[in-house]
């Protein structure tokens, strides 16, 4: 059986400036969660992927952080 080798890498470090939002748009509710779990969500899943990173904006780190515990998200190793 093949292992699991690929690292996903998930570029979320945009600020919003373009919606004149106040916050990232990555973090807005979409359905009751923010937009970002969805993404993170369907990385989680997929067999082919052994590990994820996250490129955010320092000052996202906590939030994202937050969903990670809250969703039990395993493969994320590290945001950058």
Do not use: H, W
Request: glycine share 4%; net charge positive; with cysteine.
């Amino acid at each position: 059986m093949r292992q699991k080798t690929c690292c996903a890498i998930i570029v979320a470090a945009g600020s919003s400036s373009r919606m004149g939002g106040e916050r990232s748009k990555q973090f807005l509710p979409l359905l009751g969660k923010p937009a970002i779990a969805y993404t993170l969500a369907s990385f989680e899943k997929a067999e082919s992927i052994s590990q994820v990173l996250v490129v955010a904006r320092p000052e996202d780190f906590a939030e994202l952080q937050q969903i990670i515990r809250e969703n039990e998200f395993r493969k994320i190793k590290k945001l950058v």
